[in-house]
Nanobody, 136 residues
Framework: QLQLVELGGDLVQPGGSLRLSCAIS????????????IGWFRQAPGKEREGVSC?????????YSADSVKGRFTMSRDAVKNTVYLQMNKTKSDDTAVYYC????????????????????????WGQGTQVTVSS
């Protein structure tokens, strides 16, 4: 069973930057991070969880980012460390939320589908979340 551990949440001023990380472990034998679509989601108080950015290593599948973060947030991965990152720049108060890392087998989804529907998929593995607060 996969384990996902997010780190890096903090209080940041509007316009500031923050980098979140998600370390993933617990792969089945012969399975690597390449077998998964990885996504960053967020949930603000009183709102539904939403996909922020999702990616895979499948070159035929484009990465996906929500319109609200395009040009500001960048997702990346380090296959050696089995870690994914979310670089958050030009932060806004609307970015305040608990941020979650999630993983789903590539055979079951695509980056776009993961971000748009992953919060309802019963086979998604989730981290515990990390709080990001954007405030002056």
């Amino acid at each position: 069973q996969l384990q996902l551990v997010e780190l890096g949440g903090d209080l940041v001023q509007p316009g500031g930057s923050l980098r979140l990380s998600c370390a993933i472990s617990g792969f089945a034998p012969a399975v690597t991070l390449d077998y998964y679509v990885i996504g960053w989601f967020r949930q603000a108080p009183g709102k539904e969880r939403e996909g922020v950015s999702c990616m895979s290593t499948a070159t035929y599948l484009p990465d996906y980012s929500a319109d609200s973060v395009k040009g500001r947030f960048t997702m990346s991965r380090d296959a050696v460390k089995n870690t994914v990152y979310l670089q958050m720049n030009k932060t806004k108060s609307d970015d305040t939320a608990v941020y979650y890392c999630a993983a789903l087998l590539l055979s079951l989804t695509t980056p776009q589908a993961m971000c748009l529907e992953g919060h309802r998929h019963y086979r998604v593995s989730w981290g515990q979340g990390t709080q990001v607060t954007v405030s002056s």
